[in-house]
C-alpha cells in the first residue's frame, strides 16, 4: 500500500480522488424497489451538501461512519429518490472516540435523532449482530445513493443496491474490517452504508483500494466488534450519568 495512497485515500471515499481508488460505485448494480430497504438513511450536510449513507437501527438512533461526522448533519428517513426529500432530522453525532481520518479503524458513528422516528412500512430499523464473531453469510448487498461511474461525479438519485461476496479480510483492512472484492460495489458517496448478510447488518461501508493485482476492494467497519460501545453509547443519557456518578462512588468507597 503505497504512503500517497495512503495520505489521499484513507480519508476515505468521499476524499478519494476518482480514478485513484474509486471503482465503478453501484454501477453494476440494480435500482431498488423504491422504499424496499426502509431501514436506509440518507444523510447530508447542511452546509456543504456533502453526503452519505446509513441505516436506522432504533427509533432514535442512526448508525454511519465516523468520517461522515460534518458540522450540520441532517437525516432524512423513508428516501428513495434524492430530488424528493421529506423534512430532514437534526442528530447529535456520536462518533467512535479513537476514530482519526489517519488510521482506517473504528469508522463508526451513531447519530441520535432529535425527534425519534415514527416507524411504518417506509420507515424501520434493521437488526444488528447479536455476538462478536458470530457466523457471517459471504453473500452479503450493500446500497447507496453513490457514484454510477468510475470517470464522473455520478450520484444517484435513485436507491442503488449490489450483492458482493466477503473475502478474507487478511491484506485488505485491519482486524475490524470486513471486506468486499470484485467490480461493483460501494463508491464515493456510499460511505456510512449498510453491509447486509442474511438479513442483518454486519458492515458499514468505509472505503476502498486496490488490490496488488489490481482488483477493487472495499472495506468496511466490522459491527460486531464494537457492540460494548453501540450498547453504552445507545443507553439513555440519565443511565449514562447515574452510571458515571456511581462508579465514582463506587471508587470513593
Ligand atoms: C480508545 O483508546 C484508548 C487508549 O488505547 C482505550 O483505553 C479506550 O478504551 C479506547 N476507547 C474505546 C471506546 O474503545
Ligand atoms: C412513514 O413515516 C415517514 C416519516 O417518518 C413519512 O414521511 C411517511 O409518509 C410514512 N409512510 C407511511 C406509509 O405512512
Ligand atoms: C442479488 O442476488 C439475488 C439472489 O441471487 C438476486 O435475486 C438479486 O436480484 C441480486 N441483486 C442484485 C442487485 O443483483
Known amino acids: 500500500m503505497s504512503i500517497l495512497w495512503y495520505i489521499t485515500c484513507l480519508l476515505l471515499l468521499h476524499f478519494c480522488t476518482p480514478g485513484f481508488s474509486m471503482h465503478d460505485g453501484i454501477v453494476d448494480g440494480k435500482v431498488s424497489v423504491p422504499h424496499s430497504r426502509p431501514y436506509m438513511v440518507y444523510i447530508r450536510d447542511k452546509l456543504t451538501k456533502i453526503s452519505c449513507g446509513g441505516f436506522l437501527v432504533k427509533e432514535d438512533y442512526v448508525m454511519t461512519a465516523a468520517h461522515c461526522k460534518h458540522n450540520h448533519l441532517m437525516v432524512y428517513l423513508g428516501v428513495d429518490n434524492t430530488n424528493i426529500l421529506p423534512d430532514g432530522i437534526e442528530v447529535k453525532p456520536i462518533p467512535h472516540e479513537n476514530f482519526t481520518m489517519k488510521r482506517p479503524d473504528h469508522d463508526i458513528m451513531l447519530l441520535k435523532l432529535k425527534s425519534p422516528a415514527t416507524l411504518n412500512e417506509t420507515v424501520n430499523t434493521i437488526t444488528l449482530p447479536k455476538t462478536e464473531n458470530e457466523e457471517i453469510s459471504k453473500h452479503c448487498m450493500v446500497m447507496g445513493w453513490g457514484w454510477q461511474d468510475y470517470n464522473n461525479m455520478s450520484p444517484s438519485n435513485v436507491l442503488k ?21 470484485g467490480s461493483t460495489g460501494p463508491a464515493q458517496g456510499d460511505s456510512g452504508g449498510p453491509l447486509v448478510c442474511g438479513g442483518v447488518v454486519q458492515g458499514i461501508v468505509s472505503f476502498n483500494k486496490n488490490s496488488i493485482n489490481g482488483d477493487k476492494l472495499a472495506v468496511y467497519t466490522h459491527i460486531s466488534h464494537y457492540l460494548p460501545w453501540i450498547k453504552d453509547n445507545m443507553k439513555p443519557l440519565q443511565q449514562r450519568q447515574y452510571e458515571t456518578w456511581k462508579g465514582k462512588l463506587d471508587k470513593i468507597m
Do not use: F, H, R
Not at 461476496?165 to 474490517?177: H, V
Open 161 to 181: 443496491e449490489a450483492n458482493v461476496t466477503l473475502i478474507d479480510s487478511e491484506n485488505c483492512g485491519t482486524a475490524d474490517t470486513l471486506c468486499t472484492e
